[in-house]
């Protein structure tokens, strides 16, 4: 197996642009996981799927950001419009069940300039 | 809701020596806690696991334990070497299946 696939692995944009990063969970995983890194919160939790649901959201920063996930092998997490402060690491993770191991992606690495 | 505390410092070990770092969380209903293990530039990696209905586990050179009546979890790395410098985060879960990373502890191991 690939394992959990992001892409882009890097992305830099302006402020005010829209960005959307992508996710491929492993064949498999019912859980979908989208999370961000940064020094300062340290990995923090966006929001996960369950069999492609939106289950906990409460981790989303505000209404510039949105997820979905239209189907059991791809994710989608969007910004807009970007702001320099949303400059970090996103992972996303999948898991087969919500409480098994989560498994990270490479991760993409956004700056908004 | 879950509060994992993991106080971010740097931990420096001379090789061949273990390195120990804890945890506690806040959340008596937890019942899984994961460690990942994250290199320089790299995706967390999960590198062993423990359920609360056990309370210790070991996968060669490394060891968790879980002290539940103290809420607290540890990792232990022994006969460090060079390859286990990397930021390791612990983690629990709590009632809507979300899972709480700790802030991370840096392992420095001098050769």
């Known amino acids: 197996d690939a394992g959990v696939i992001q892409s882009p692995r890097h992305e830099v944009t302006e402020m005010g642009q829209e960005v959307t990063l992508r996710c491929k969970p492993i064949?498999?995983?019912?859980?979908l996981f989208w999370y961000r890194q940064t020094m300062m919160r340290g990995l923090e939790l966006l929001i996960y799927?369950?069999?492609?649901?939106?289950?906990?959201d409460s981790g989303m920063p505000e209404d510039r950001f949105s997820a979905k996930m239209p189907n059991a092998s791809f994710s989608t997490l969007k910004i807009q419009p970007s702001e320099p402060r949303d400059s970090a690491v996103y992972f996303c993770?999948?898991?087969?069940?919500?409480?098994?191991?989560?498994?990270f992606g490479p991760g993409t690495r956004l700056t908004v300039l | 809701g879950e509060n994992v505390e993991q106080h971010p410092s740097t931990l420096s070990v001379q090789e061949g020596d273990s390195a120990v770092i804890k945890c506690t969380y806040s959340?008596?209903?937890?019942?899984?806690f994961p460690w990942y293990k994250q290199e320089l530039g790299k995706r967390p990696q999960l590198i062993i696991d423990?359920?609360?209905?056990?309370g210790e586990k070991k996968d060669q050179r490394i060891a968790v334990t879980l002290n539940k009546t103290a809420k607290h979890f540890s990792l232990h790395i022994t006969e460090t070497q060079p390859e286990d410098s990397a930021v390791y985060f612990c983690?629990?879960?709590?009632?809507?299946?979300?899972?709480?990373f700790g802030k991370g502890n840096q392992v420095v191991v001098i050769p």
């Open positions: 993770a999948s898991s087969h069940g919500a409480t098994d191991t989560q498994y």
């Open positions: 064949s498999g995983h019912n859980s």
């Open positions: 983690a629990g879960y709590y009632g809507n299946n979300r899972l709480a």
């Open positions: 959340d008596s209903a937890s019942n899984y």
């Open positions: 423990i359920r609360s209905n056990v």
């Open positions: 799927f369950n069999n492609n649901v939106p289950i906990d």
